[in-house]
């Protein structure tokens, strides 16, 4: 199995812009998590899905920041418009039922 | 929510067992134990989990204590490429998949 997959690795875009983050789940796995790190705040869940449906999203920072599930094996975090504060390292995971959650190599963005 | 509490780093001599505690006090019934680890600049790897009763697999052991408050990670012959950070973490709820991280402790493996 591939893993999770994340992409692009590497984001750098203008205050503004709008940035999209993709991530493919391990094949089979129905719950898909969307996380962000930074250096002051650590890992933050940022919004999680079960079979498609989003559950929580209390971890999303603000309106500009959406996420979509159209079916079970892709999955993106949008933001529009992007902020500086919004450079961190995002992280995409997936799981089965109870399993242990998956992680991907996750995107470097940064805003300028 | 249950909260962990850990060392914010620890140092560990290559070749030696290293023993990462963590406090986990306010745990209930149905959670589970959670460890992951983090090497710089990649995802978080899961490494072990348990509820109750010790848990070893390839990568390390579990030891929770019987009034399941404290529990620790055991890498049973540490090598350089085990540092990272570690975490500790309580499953949240008995239907949720998700985890809550908190800071992790830095582990140096020194030669």
């Known amino acids: 199995d591939a893993g999770v997959i994340q992409s692009p690795r590497h984001e750098v875009t203008e205050m503004g812009q709008e940035v999209t983050l993709r991530c493919k789940p391990i094949?089979?796995?129905?719950?898909l998590f969307w996380y962000r790190q930074t250096m002051m705040r650590g890992l933050e869940l940022l919004i999680y899905?079960?079979?498609?449906?989003?559950?929580?999203d209390s971890g999303m920072p603000e309106d500009r920041f959406s996420a979509k599930m159209p079916n079970a094996s892709f999955s993106t975090l949008k933001i529009q418009p992007s902020e500086p504060r919004d450079s961190a390292v995002y992280f995409c995971a997936s799981s089965s039922g109870h399993s242990p959650l998956h992680f991907g190599n996750g995107t470097r963005l940064t805003v300028t | 929510d249950a909260k962990t509490t850990q060392p914010t780093s620890m140092d560990c001599a290559e070749g030696r067992a290293a023993n990462l505690p963590c406090n986990h006090s306010?745990?209930?019934?149905?959670?589970?134990v959670y460890w992951y680890r983090q090497i710089h600049s990649q995802g978080p790897q899961y490494i072990i989990h348990g509820l109750k009763n010790n848990e070893t697999n390839e990568m390390a052991s579990l030891i929770i204590t019987e009034d399941r408050k404290s529990s620790t990670l055991i890498l049973p012959h540490a090598t350089l490429r085990d540092t990272a950070v570690y975490y500790c973490?309580?499953?949240?709820?008995?239907?949720?998949?998700?985890?809550?991280f908190g800071q992790g402790t830095t582990l140096q493996v020194k030669p």
């Open positions: 899905f079960n079979n498609n449906v989003p559950i929580d």
């Open positions: 094949s089979g796995h129905n719950s």
């Open positions: 306010t745990i209930s019934g149905n959670e589970y």
């Open positions: 973490i309580v499953r949240v709820g008995s239907n949720t998949g998700k985890l809550i």
